[in-house]
């Protein structure tokens, strides 16, 4: 979509799949997932001024959630339950080298990477927290959440870092938001507080550019709002309509100035 004029550039199929995706920092390709429910072992590249698929890159089934953050590479998720669903894995986006990092305890969730990609933290099957992997070293350790509802954690489903990088904010389960301190050490998050939202089933989060709001947005397909947080103060502020699609555009006389990212990606450049 041509965003100044509301006018569709192109409108493909592009096969087999596609889940949430991401784009390179010159707005030239895509990088396409294949759908967390599908069994093709790549994920697509395709041309973003023309919609054509330009490459595959294999490494793993049921791919879901690319990110491309701020230092790159880019990054990929999968749901595969054969292990390989266990590793966050990481393309050159030169190259289109596959390389990992894991396994984690269980097949990984949203995550999220910091602004230097230097630390991802992750949703994980069965897990009641979160864990933080160091992508240079590959150490990762687990941030439990102490006081839990009763019950199999399932997939807590929605994990960000505030732009500042302060803290981690992660869906949880019973219309709560668990809020990590990340400021002394992110390897050894400290659960420091407890949002307490409307909808029964937080689905995703993120927050704008400068790090002034979260938005926590329910299950798909929900009559819930996403709600709208003070990311500092950590208070309630407001509601728009149920969408856990989001992407900020800032315009300065009429043109595109900066884009934000629908994942909670880390901005604070150490």
């Known amino acids: 979509m041509n965003i100044y004029d509301d006018s569709t550039v192109w409108d493909r199929v592009i096969a087999p799949g596609v889940d949430r995706l991401a784009i390179s920092p010159d707005g030239s390709l895509l990088y396409v997932p294949t759908w967390e429910r599908g069994s ?6 395709v041309n973003a001024n023309t919609g054509d698929v330009v490459r595959r890159v294999y490494f793993s089934s049921h791919s879901h959630d690319a990110q491309y953050p701020l230092s790159g590479p880019i990054f990929q998720e999968t749901k595969a339950d054969d292990g390989s ?9 030169r190259s289109y080298a596959v390389s990992r990092v894991g396994p984690f305890s269980g ?5 999220a990477i910091d602004a230097t990609s230097t630390y991802a933290v992750t949703n994980v099957w069965d897990l009641w927290g979160m864990q933080v992997a160091n992508l240079k070293t590959g150490q990762i350790t ?4 102490p006081d839990h509802p009763a ?3 399932g997939l807590l489903h929605g994990i960000g870092w505030t732009p500042d990088e302060s803290e981690v904010w992660e869906s949880g389960r019973g ?11 992110p390897l050894a998050p400290r659960l420091k507080g407890v949002l307490k939202i409307h909808s029964a089933a937080p689905h995703w989060l993120t927050f704008t550019i400068r790090g002034d709001y979260g938005y926590v947005a329910p299950s798909k397909d929900s009559s819930s709002e996403t709600e709208i947080f003070n990311a500092r103060t950590h208070t309630f502020v407001g509601v728009i309509e149920s969408s856990e699609d989001m992407i900020e555009i800032d315009f300065v006389n009429s043109k595109v100035s900066q884009v934000g990212d629908q994942f909670g990606v880390g901005r604070a450049r150490r």
């Open 40 to 45: 093709a072992d790549f994920i697509n590249i």
């Open 85 to 93: 669903g266990k590793y966050l894995y990481l393309i050159d986006p």
């Open 107 to 111: 097949i990984l969730g949203p995550y």
């Open 142 to 145: 687990t941030a439990a959440i």
């Open 151 to 153: 019950g199999d954690a």
């Open 175 to 185: 219309s709560q938001v668990y809020i990590w301190d990340m400021s002394q050490n």
